[in-house]
């Protein structure tokens, strides 16, 4: 999908807003809220949601709700919760005083419910759950009734108080709205409003067996707190019916419900059961991994909650719903660092590099700018330079392709703020893999130039080997090799996982400064990405930087590579398969 970087949102849901200020609709209010089940963390679809329930109360003066829709004890827990609280503050967004909890209502709701039956509008079905589908119908074919539908009032209010006594089973009865079996919108068949579970919530303990369901709960929540837009997804349009019948019946305060399109991303997914599924089988280290889409998981690789926000913002709100590629979620974290990240230099996959004709045991230092583009927006930092370096492996090729501009035997190359050099010589180990890489530089050259005027193709980055601060550098990629991992009919989304999602850099060597590296700071590691300290895994003994994001786009590139490498590999196979015959 195409996006333009700096359009602003397009958004039909301000416009309603807009329009209801206009005519006085609600007295000029705007309160929104934010209502999550607090059964996982939240991830980037969740904040879409956030960023635009919090941003229209923003931009109307209006205030936006944080509201645990925690009406199913089965599967919620306080840790949850919790991180729930922690991700939407780290976002930037503040609910003030207005932290409901739908479970706060639960006493209210049982009251409503009580009016419905007493108004004929419910009732207490003994069918089991299996036969309340079969009656249920489908598009094309009217449901029926149920044959408890017709109990006196008094009947199902007997019932209904003793089921909220715990005198029955689980499963063997719920409370139903009394509307059409026959109605063409099928979540208007007579939805049920309650059921038993005989089971603890983490709020309310034991007080009660019974539980209100989402579609009771929801309108009943936004009604009594006065919430005037409802914002959800598009798989509750069909819902809307259910919403505005249940706040008609009870006739109560009716906040709008005003539907848009989720976020799908690319190569990666937003189920929160699947989320589950890869954390409790060991697919990814927990929520928090750096891969995961989840807030804390992004947040923990290195994503600025301005970098979410950003995104958030130039994906737009829309009624249908589309596919986000990859790319934007990425180019949003790089627009957002590329202004505020300092540069520095830090070598993943190191090779020494000796320059021959540098004195032994002068080190020089040079002031270097954390941000060339603009030095004194950010400072400078003293880089050592000395006889023995660390160069990036891949930076030297010793049968060097065409246009291969850095480090190869004869070859002339510029170290990064300090000299040139020209390779003279290479060391190899007893297995033929280069172990070292000896060079002389030209002292003329000091801070990348010669009077002469010479030209130099190539500037590689490098670390003082005495100098250099070891560390690991994690490098992550797509958790998913596929755009819709979820989305293959005959196939679980498990045979998708990206074997190369994470890579390890075990022997990475940083230069002297990021020895003192700042937790809440992303730097830029010149021509490798933007990298940040892990907060979890980092010791006093060794740091651990991730990547938070390379400094292009690399998968276009790389799905390229991996068509040319299949095609190589079959080419082979033939030439294999002819050589047999
Ligand atoms: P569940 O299947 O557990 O209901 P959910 O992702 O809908 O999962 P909720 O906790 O109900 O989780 O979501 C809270 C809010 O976030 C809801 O209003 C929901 O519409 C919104 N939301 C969830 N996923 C997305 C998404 N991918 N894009 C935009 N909004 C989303
Ligand atoms: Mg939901």
């Known amino acids: 999908m195409a996006l333009e970087e700096s359009a602003p949102a397009s958004n039909f849901i301000a416009n309603i807003i807009a329009a209801d200020n206009a005519s006085g609709k609600w007295d000029g209010r705007v309160v929104t809220r934010f209502p999550p089940e607090p059964n996982g963390y939240l991830h980037i679809g969740h904040a879409k949601s956030i960023c635009l329930n919090f941003g229209l109360a923003a931009d109307?003066?209006?205030?936006?709700?944080?509201?645990?829709?925690?009406?199913?004890?089965?599967?919620?827990?306080q840790e949850y919760l919790d991180s729930i609280i922690a991700d939407v503050k780290w976002l930037g967004f503040d609910w003030g005083e207005h932290l409901y909890y739908a479970s706060d209502y639960f006493e209210q709701l049982y009251e409503f419910a009580l009016k419905l039956i007493s108004e004929g509008k419910a009732y207490v079905d003994d069918l089991s759950a299996e036969e309340i589908r079969a009656h249920r119908g489908t598009l094309t074919r009217p449901g029926q009734n149920s044959p408890y539908r017709e109990r006196s009032v008094d009947e199902n209010l007997d019932l209904f108080e003793r089921m909220k006594a715990g005198?029955?089973?689980?499963g063997s009865r719920v409370l139903r709205a009394k509307i059409d079996m026959a109605h063409p919108n099928m979540v208007m068949r007579d939805p049920t409003l309650y059921r038993i579970r005989k089971m603890a919530h983490h709020r309310t303990g034991d007080a009660w067996v019974i539980y209100p369901m989402y579609d009771f709960t929801h309108c009943l929540s936004d009604s009594i707190e006065r919430i005037t837009h409802s914002i959800c997804t598009l798989e509750f349009e069909d819902n809307r019916a259910l919403y505005d019948w249940v706040l008609d019946q009870l006739e109560v305060y009716h906040p709008q419900?005003?539907?848009?399109?989720?976020?799908?991303?690319?190569?990666?997914?937003?189920?929160k059961r699947k989320l589950l599924e890869l954390v409790n089988e060991g697919h990814?280290?927990?929520w928090d991994d750096p891969r995961m889409p989840t807030l804390i998981g992004m947040r923990r690789r290195g994503f600025t909650p301005e970098s979410i926000r950003l995104f958030c913002?130039?994906?737009?709100?829309?009624?249908k719903s589309s596919w986000i590629d990859m790319y934007w979620l990425e180019k949003a974290v790089r627009d957002d660092l590329n202004t505020k990240a300092p540069r520095v230099m830090g070598v993943l996959d190191p090779l020494k590099l000796v320059i021959d004709n540098y004195p032994e045991g002068r080190v020089e230092e040079f002031?270097?700018?954390y941000y060339p583009d603009d030095p004194p927006a950010m400072g400078t930092r003293p880089v050592p330079f000395s006889r023995e370096l660390y160069v990036e492996r891949d930076d030297f090729m010793e049968e060097p392709y065409k246009k291969f501009w850095r480090l190869a035997p004869g070859q002339?190359?510029?170290?990064?703020w300090a000299y040139y050099v020209t390779c003279t010589?290479?060391?190899k180990d007893d297995a033929g893999e280069v172990k070292e890489v000896h060079c002389t530089y030209d002292p003329e050259s000091k801070g990348g130039g010669t009077p002469d005027g010479r030209r130099v193709k190539g500037t590689i980055h490098w670390i003082s080997a005495a100098h250099a601060i070891p560390a690991e550098v994690r490098l992550y990629d797509r958790l998913f090799s596929v755009a819709n991992p979820g989305g293959h009919k005959d196939k679980d989304y498990r045979e998708f996982l990206n074997p190369d999602s994470l890579m390890v850099m075990p022997n990475a060597r940083l230069e002297p400064s990021l020895g003192s590296a700042n937790i809440d700071t992303r730097y830029q590691f010149e021509r490798r990405g933007y990298f940040c300290l892990d907060a979890k895994d980092t010791t006093a003994e060794k740091p651990v930087f991730n990547r938070i994001v390379t400094l292009r786009d690399s998968w276009a590139k790389i799905l390229e590579q991996q068509k040319r490498e299949e095609a190589r590999r079959k080419r082979e196979a033939r030439k294999k398969k002819k050589k047999k015959k």
Do not use: W, Y
């Open 257 to 271: 419900q005003i539907e848009f399109a989720r976020l799908n991303l690319e190569f990666t997914m937003m189920s």
């Open 367 to 369: 002031e270097c700018p």
């Open 425 to 427: 010589e290479v060391v």
């Open 284 to 286: 990814v280290e927990g």
């Open 167 to 170: 005198e029955f089973d689980e």
């Open 313 to 319: 913002e130039r994906i737009g709100v829309g009624k």
């Open 60 to 77: 109307n003066q209006g205030t936006c709700h944080l509201r645990f829709d925690d009406t199913n004890p089965a599967k919620e827990e």
């Open 412 to 416: 002339e190359v510029r170290l990064r």
